[in-house]
């Protein structure tokens, strides 16, 4: 198993105060994803990583950073929090599929932000 | 336009009895794989079952079975012999390029399942 932890596991913040997320993954996997899931959206991408300090920007990426400077941490920043971003955020890793040439996706345990 | 596309906002099934759960989806690139993950009420993300675009044969995981329909593009999953353990949100994803280095998944809405005793 991929072993993805995502911290904190709930949080209440601000409107226009920071927030980071924290997905951290003990297996060295490369590639690393964060999605938020709204109802009626399902799970949107946020940004995406392929390596240490490489990312790259998903669908709903406006408001969100995210940096990796090692390979088993992938942050994701609100830089100023909005109402719009009070969501379930799911960080997830790719890894080999068993048995097949093609990757599967773990997913951690979410978390889930408020913005008040 | 979407690329995966789930018709059923919600669904209803008795207990025992075998269930189908559309998706259909949308690529030009000839290298995809399709997923179906299941969030039960606790939140947390489960794989089921994978099929990809050059198989020949429908994917199978126990009660999971995957009707691939590829002119169609359709990818739906049918649940066999239901149990009241499948209540859930059932989501259907694709990852195009498959042999292209790893790109991210695309998810449609979801479908909610029930199932009643």
């Known amino acids: 198993d991929a072993g993805i932890t995502q911290s904190p596991r709930h949080k209440v913040t601000e409107t226009g105060t920071p927030v980071t997320l924290r997905c951290h993954q003990t297996?060295?996997?490369?590639?690393m994803y964060w999605y938020r899931q709204d109802p009626g959206h399902g799970l949107r991408l946020i940004h995406y990583?392929?390596?240490?300090?490489?990312?790259d920007k998903g669908e709903v990426s406006d408001g969100y950073s995210v940096s990796r400077s090692k390979t088993e941490d992938f942050l994701l920043t609100l830089e100023s929090a909005t109402s719009s971003q009070t969501s379930v955020y799911f960080c997830?890793?790719?890894?080999?599929?068993?048995?097949?040439?093609?990757?599967?996706?773990?997913f951690g345990s979410g978390t889930r932000l408020t913005v008040v | 336009a979407q690329k995966i596309t789930q018709t059923q906002p919600g669904m209803f099934v008795q207990e025992k009895e075998a269930v189908t759960l559309d998706c259909t989806y949308d690529t030009s690139d000839p290298s995809y794989g399709l997923f179906w993950y299941k969030q039960p009420s606790s939140g947390e993300m489960i794989f089921l079952i994978y099929?990809?675009?050059?198989?020949?044969q429908n994917a199978t995981e126990g009660r999971y079975s995957l009707n691939f329909q590829k002119a169609r593009k359709s990818a739906n999953l049918v649940i066999s012999a239901s149990q009241l353990g499948d209540s859930a949100m059932y989501f259907c994803?694709?990852?195009?390029?498959?042999?292209?280095?790893?790109?991210?998944?695309?998810f449609g809405k979801g479908t909610r399942l029930s199932v009643i005793a």
């Open positions: 297996e060295n996997h490369r590639y």
């Open positions: 990583s392929y390596g240490v300090k490489d990312t």
């Open positions: 099929q990809g675009s050059y198989d020949q």
């Open positions: 997830a890793i790719s890894e080999p599929l068993l048995q097949t040439s093609n990757y599967g996706y773990t």
């Open positions: 994803a694709m990852r195009e390029a498959l042999f292209s280095g790893n790109t991210p998944l695309v």
